[in-house]
């Protein structure tokens, strides 16, 4: 349960990180015209430490599709929190999501791009971020068809220190990406409906744990999928 000056916050929670402290790093998707995109810290035991919006001239782009990721690095002070956004947000280019970067330090945000796949049917966008052991970052990158018309539910890996995050307005880096794991085998092994939503995305050393949101009855099957699946390129 998560609390706020003493009472219960409810947040449409898309992602989580742990800080070395024990304290973790949450992402709350936003609602255009309703709710914020929100990165939240929160102490061990549920407490919202602070909650951090982007800055107007961003949150001013928004489009449906939000924070859906979270990853922290640490070296002393310098922590960095990086947070996926699922898809393009107005004035991005086609086929370019953000990775926003904050720092802690002086509650700064920076962003760089991230190029997604093309597909002929739906769309394309990111559904987690997670930090390797090597210092890489993996992500996941889906499409939203499910069944036969699923093509792209995949792990992606790069490396942040190839980019220089830049603020609001600037021009933007965009990130080269490796393929480290194509998810369809392994989401077919049973035969059964290929899910649409491969959410989550742990990483352990040099394999990584991958869950479903089974995104109940209404246009799924209700089943979750969770397994554990190398990081074929580490």
Do not use: C
Not at 3 to 32: C, H, M, N
Not at 184 to 207: I, M, Q
Request: net charge negative.
């Amino acid at each position: 349960m998560l609390s706020k000056a003493g009472e219960t916050v409810d947040y449409d929670l898309e992602g989580i990180a742990q800080a070395q402290d024990g304290s973790f790093w949450l992402v709350s998707e936003g609602k255009p015209g309703d709710s914020l995109n929100l990165l939240v810290h929160v102490a061990t035991d549920g407490t919202v430490l602070a909650e951090h919006a982007l800055p107007a001239a961003v949150q001013a782009k928004v489009k449906k599709h939000g924070f859906e990721g979270v990853a922290v690095t640490e070296s002393g002070s310098d922590t960095k929190v990086y947070v996926a956004f699922q898809r393009e947000w107005d004035g991005d280019p086609d086929g370019h999501v953000r990775i926003g970067v904050f720092s802690p330090l002086d509650a700064s945000w920076s962003f760089f791009y991230y190029p997604i796949e093309n597909t002929t049917e739906g769309w394309v966008g990111l559904s987690e971020i997670s930090l390797l052991d090597s210092g890489e970052m993996a992500v996941i990158e889906r499409d939203n068809q499910q069944g036969p018309k699923a093509t792209i539910k995949r792990i992606y890996t790069f490396d942040p220190a190839s980019v220089s995050p830049r603020a609001e307005g600037e021009t933007f880096d965009t990130v080269s990406k490796t393929l480290a794991n194509d998810l369809l085998d392994e989401l077919n092994a049973s035969r059964g409906w290929t899910p649409d939503k491969v959410e989550g995305l742990a990483a352990v050393g040099d394999n990584v744990y991958v869950v479903t949101d089974n995104d109940g009855l209404d246009d799924a099957v209700g089943e979750t999928y969770f397994f554990k699946t190398p990081l074929w390129d580490q």
